[in-house]
């Protein structure tokens, strides 16, 4: 993820959003500190999280279209070999 959000960190058509549902912003801060992660981390509540997007699947992917429909999803860790 890290590799893929450097790529398109600058190109104004595309957002990043890394939400976490289930942690503290501690956690969060930790997991992306021990990771070397330097990507957009959300912490949010369930309540907050569109209908949509409960999958009941850790970790999930949404790619969105630029109307806001969700255009991909991917349940379950994606690697860089994961098609969307």
């Not at 990507?39 to 630029?66: G, I, K």
Request: glycine share 4%; aromatic share 12%.
């Amino acid at each position: 993820m890290q590799k893929l959000y450097d790529h398109y960190r600058n190109d104004p058509d595309v957002e990043f959003l890394i939400v976490s549902r289930l942690d503290s912003p501690l956690a969060v801060r930790s997991y992306a500190y021990r990771n070397h992660l330097d990507l957009p981390f959300y912490v949010t509540e369930d309540e907050d999280v569109p209908e949509a997007m409960h999958l009941n699947q850790y970790p999930s992917t949404f790619l969105y279209a630029r109307d806001g429909t969700i255009a991909a999803q991917h349940a379950g860790v994606a690697t860089g070999r994961t098609n969307l």
